[in-house]
């Protein structure tokens, strides 16, 4: 290939980055706090099997607040490190918009760590633009509270609409 041909792709890579970076730079960040029941099988490697359920409020950074609820399966080894987690979250916010989220992340303690949550349904009516947002999540977890951060990369027409 010529340096030529490579100098033109190089181009065009740094564009699309630039042009996608532009479309999707807005960010609506999510905290929020939860108290968690586990239920749970230890077997006999001591690994476990976790059913939780979590019920907790919620606050947005473009000014909505609410409840959520979530129910999942988290696969636990003997070393407490995840090897599977599977959690939805519904959240109602002050306008009775509810919004489904799937959690997932593998290989970190249960107690902390980070990982991807996916928005799969949402009775919002900006639906179409919302289904499959990822967001980045961090969570800490001491004795039965969670506490969590997110990071929701949207693009700046879905944020302006959202912010009206």
Do not use: P
Not at 41 to 57: A, H, V
Not at 71 to 86: P, S, T
Not at 105 to 111: A, F, K, L, M, V
Not at 130 to 157: H, Q
């Amino acid at each position: 290939m010529s340096k030529l041909a490579m100098y033109f792709k190089k181009l065009i890579f740094i564009f699309t980055f630039l042009f996608l970076n532009h479309l999707y730079s807005a960010e609506i960040i999510i905290q929020g706090n939860s108290r968690v029941v586990y239920n749970d099988f230890t077997f006999t490697d001591n690994s476990k099997y976790i059913i939780i359920n979590q019920e907790g409020q919620w606050t947005d950074s473009i000014g909505n607040y609410g409840a959520s609820e979530c129910k999942g399966l988290i696969k636990r080894n003997d070393n407490n490190i995840i090897d599977f987690l599977d959690v939805i979250c519904q959240s109602t916010n002050q306008n009775n918009v509810v919004t489904w989220r799937k959690f997932e992340r593998t290989g970190s303690e249960i107690g902390r760590g980070v990982g991807v949550s996916t928005i799969i349904d949402t009775t919002s009516k900006y639906k179409k633009q919302l289904i499959g947002t990822k967001c980045n999540y961090a969570v800490n977890r001491t004795k039965d509270m969670v506490f969590s951060k997110a990071v929701c990369k949207v693009s700046d027409e879905l944020y302006k609409k959202l912010t009206k």
